[in-house]
């Protein structure tokens, strides 16, 4: 048994030995090892169905995916190892308009990763699946390049180009305990002795939480019962192989929630049924292998009338087996890949509900990512920090049985799922949800969407297309423009940082300069090591060596991972959590003033409090510091203070603000305000796909102030030429839609770029959209197309913040916003 390692992967699944591949492809392959406590695929993959579903909204798992499918199209050839890949195809059902749209969103977004779909009228879906009854249906997509792959011969297959490049397997070997010297040097101990790595990835299914746990870890990831059901044969299916006809498609019924392919000439019928349990929520019994649980046919009974409705066949075969094992699963049903939390040099490959689809490209991006430093494309919508302290066993239960049965249901962008909510609540969160607030969450965190009036219900209204809430963010908008609103925010990530080496620190730490004056505010990016924008914060200095930062809720556990990451080892520099303790609430509009004025004797003149400074004030009896910045592009402040103070507060600015207008607003209407000043967002506008420079910080990034992270490799990028370049766009013509993001741009039929982001401007009364567009064609009236729900519209390139572009409203210049 070998005593050393670089990269110890835990787990013989398809997704682990999917890690090995790649990382001895990366010529790691002398020195990596795999540990698997039974036999390869004992745990989940050998009842996987096999499916390969190129379909996903997330930007993320669609790149994944289509490596994936990729990769396992060539693997035999490179190995000779078979796979059992049947590129079949995949046709998607649609009973409705609403799931129509959501294809057309999907499309779109496929069509800026070159994943190749198409739309079918009910004629052409009974022409590639015969067998179908096409009553009921609008249409359908179909993916020619989709199919289905046999999981364990796929392992394998993975496993010998593995070996073929020098990596070691080891069956049969369980890891006991993880511990880790001064070195830094972790070691894994094994029944069969130990092995010192510098790297450990952790791909262990259903014992995700074990493995964690041996370093300290809570992983969000328990595993939830999938049923499929294997039928005996049909004759026309004999008929159809031994006349020689093609396989038909992989069918899916997303309206009833199952997929159907074919098997042995008979088919496999796979639910995804409402009441589907959590399992191994304590984890596995350390020796489990080849585990079914006890299968319930009166779960899956809706799903097998529907099925039969849709395919008569399927009702004229007698069933074989049922099958019911365990599928992990997150809270959003997307894997974690990606860097661990607060250890450094632990990776988590888990949570993989989708995993035979995914092995390839998760393995992929997290040998680069280990080998290399970065992943190659934007991680965000898998990485492992997504989650955070709220992801509680309980919590995961809830949301991942909820997760599991929502599966195909239509995923509308402003979807709000109820499970685990409400969790995290600010303290104004009564008196909002009296005052009409319907909430969202984010991070646990609930946040007022959008506030019901005019009688409309306190009620979300989801859709692809305007719906109820449109009128409702259209009076929010106008009441911060023309009056004063009040925005709760309070689930801001929030920390200081600190210490006699915090401003070197955090100047290298960050592209621009650091305020220099106590209470100065400066808008400031991390980039990663290759020029990509990883972070953005709001940095508040409070002294000489004390620093205030503020950055997306959302965010708030990788923000702060790769704060505490790179701070400097000798003790210099301390973090303290701040975001549990102090609340946020944003006052903005032309009556900010006045309003703050009659809460607390200090001065808010132009003169006294200038744009992006920050004072300690009281409001009412409250402490709070108020920063004179905001996300909407209006005059206004945000009030941080002592959570337990906020309610006084609260109280207090709606008290004095009543005859000024003061209403509370919700975060999609300020999202169509950023939309209009073309503020950018981390995730969309910003990310490690792009560089700082095209995404358009130039004013946030100062190579002449010394090195930073990432700076050399930002010049260089520079100075190989931009691919993209930031644009804002109006977008024409449209009547009952506005881009959501993802959408395709294109020029003269070919994709130009994408749109990351869109809504409706209410102060411009335009149809907005902001976006990455290939550099030529970024020029203020350059005229492009982008696609929004299957049709093409015109759009233009705007200048940069077409509202208030000179940005009086926001600084006051004049003093003019005085009530």
């Known amino acids: 048994m070998k005593s050393r390692a670089r990269v110890v992967v835990i787990g013989g699944g398809v997704v682990g030995v999917g890690t090995l591949y790649h990382l001895a492809k990366k010529d790691w392959g002398d020195d990596v090892i795999l540990l698997e406590k039974g036999e390869l695929t004992s745990g989940s993959t050998w009842h996987a169905a ?5 379909f996903n909204m997330s930007y993320s798992v669609g790149q994944i995916h289509k490596y994936s499918v990729n990769l396992y199209r060539q693997l035999e050839e490179e190995t000779g190892q078979a796979v059992g890949f049947h590129q079949v195809g995949n046709l998607r059902l649609a009973m409705n308009e609403d799931r129509m749209d959501e294809y057309y969103q999907y499309a779109a977004t496929a069509r800026t990763i070159g994943i190749n779909v198409e739309f079918l009228t009910p004629a052409q879906i009974a022409a590639l699946w015969p067998m179908c009854v096409t009553d009921g249906l609008v249409g359908g997509i179909y993916h020619p390049d989709d ?33 880790r010297d001064a070195s830094g040097d972790w070691i894994v101990s094994t029944d069969k002795g130990e092995i010192r790595c510098e790297h450990i990835v952790s791909a262990s299914g259903n014992y995700a939480r074990q493995t964690g746990a041996m370093v300290g870890l809570d992983i969000p990831v328990i595993p939830v019962e999938h049923q499929y059901i294997v039928t005996e044969p049909h004759p026309e299916l004999q008929r159809r192989r031994a006349a020689g006809e093609p396989e038909m498609a992989v069918l899916r019924e997303s309206d009833n929630s199952w997929y159907l392919r074919e098997e042995n000439g008979g088919f496999i019928l796979g639910p995804y049924e409402k009441g589907a349990p959590c399992c191994y929520v304590d984890g596995p019994d350390p020796k489990a292998e080849y585990e079914l649980f006890q299968e319930d046919i009166d779960r899956l009974a809706p799903h097998i009338e529907a099925c039969m409705e849709r395919v008569p066949a399927f009702g004229e075969v007698g069933m074989k087996q049922v099958y019911n094992g365990a599928i992990a699963y997150t809270p959003d049903g997307n894997p974690i890949i990606g860097p661990a939390w607060d250890v450094d040099n632990f990776w988590l490959n888990e949570g993989h509900s989708f995993g035979i689809t995914a092995a ?72 909002l949800k009296e005052m009409g607030a319907v909430f969202g969450q984010r991070f646990g965190w609930e946040r007022a969407n959008f506030f019901a009036t005019d009688g409309m219900p306190q009620e ?21 423009t023309t009056s004063v609103g009040v925005l709760d925010m309070t689930a801001f990530a929030k920390c200081q940082i600190s210490g006699p080496g915090a401003e070197k ?115 009412g009896m409250a402490p709070a510091n108020a920063m004179r910045v905001n996300y909407v592009g209006e005059l206004g402040w945000e009030l941080h203070h002592p959570i337990e103070y906020q309610n006084h507060i609260f109280d207090a600015l709606f008290s004095a603000g009543e005859d000024l207008g003061i209403r509370p607003f919700g975060i999609r209407a300020m999202d169509s305000m950023r939309l209009e000043k073309s503020y950018r967002m981390v995730g969309t506008e910003l990310s490690i796909e792009y560089s700082a420079y095209e995404s358009g910080m130039d004013r946030f990034v100062h190579p002449a102030k010394g090195d930073f992270l990432g700076r050399d490799a930002l010049l260089a990028w520079q100075k ?64 492009v ?18 509202f208030d572009t000179s940005q009086e409203r926001l600084r006051d210049v004049n003093g003019a916003n005085d009530g």
């Open 720 to 783: 190989r030429g931009a691919d993209n370049a930031f644009v804002t766009l109006e977008v024409h013509d449209v009547v009952d839609a506005d881009a959501l993001g993802n959408n395709a741009l294109t020029k003269d039929g070919e994709v130009v770029g994408r749109a990351t982001g869109g809504g409706y401007g209410f102060r411009l009364g335009k149809s907005i959209a902001l976006g990455m567009l290939n550099p030529e064609l970024s020029q203020v009236g350059t005229e």
């Open 147 to 179: 199919g289905y792959i046999q999981p364990a011969d796929l392992t394998q297959a993975l496993a010998k180009g593995a070996r073929a490049r020098g990596a070691t397997i080891m069956r049969g070997t369980s890891v006991l305990a993880i511990d």
């Open 460 to 480: 979300d209204d989801w859709s692809f297309r305007r719906s109820r809430w449109f009128e409702a963010i259209r009076e929010e908008v106008a009441n911060v």
């Open 505 to 619: 620190f955090l100047d290298y730490l960050v592209a621009n300069k650091l305020p220099k004056k106590i209470g100065g505010i400066g808008l400031c990016h991390a980039l990663n090591s290759r020029g990509g924008v990883h972070s953005e914060f709001t940095i508040r200095r409070d002294a000489a060596d004390s620093f205030y930062l503020v950055s997306a809720g959302a965010l708030q556990r990788l923000d702060h991972d790769y704060l505490k990451k790179n701070m400097p080892t000798d003790g210099s520099v301390q973090f303290t959590q701040l975001t549990g303790a102090t609340g946020v609430l944003v006052v903005a509009g032309p009556r900010s003033r006045t309003l703050m004025q009659r809460v607390s004797q200090s001065d808010f003149s132009n003169e006294a409090f200038r744009w992006l400074t920050a004072k300690d004030i009281v409001v």
């Open 785 to 802: 197309e982008i696609e929004i729900l299957g049709k093409l519209y015109r759009a233009t390139v705007l200048p940069e913040s077409p």
């Open 50 to 54: 096999g499916l390969l579903p190129l």
């Open 360 to 431: 390839g490209g998760a393995g992929w991006q997290l040998a680069e990512w280990i080998v290399e430093g970065e992943p190659t494309i934007d991680m965000l919508g898998v990485e492992p920090r997504r989650f955070g302290d709220y992801a509680t066993k309980g919590y995961l239960q809830a949301k991942n049985e909820e997760t599991y049965a929502n599966v195909f249901v239509t995923h509308f962008p402003d979807e709000e799922r109820e499970a685990g909510r409400p969790l995290r609540t600010a303290p104004c969160y009564d008196r």
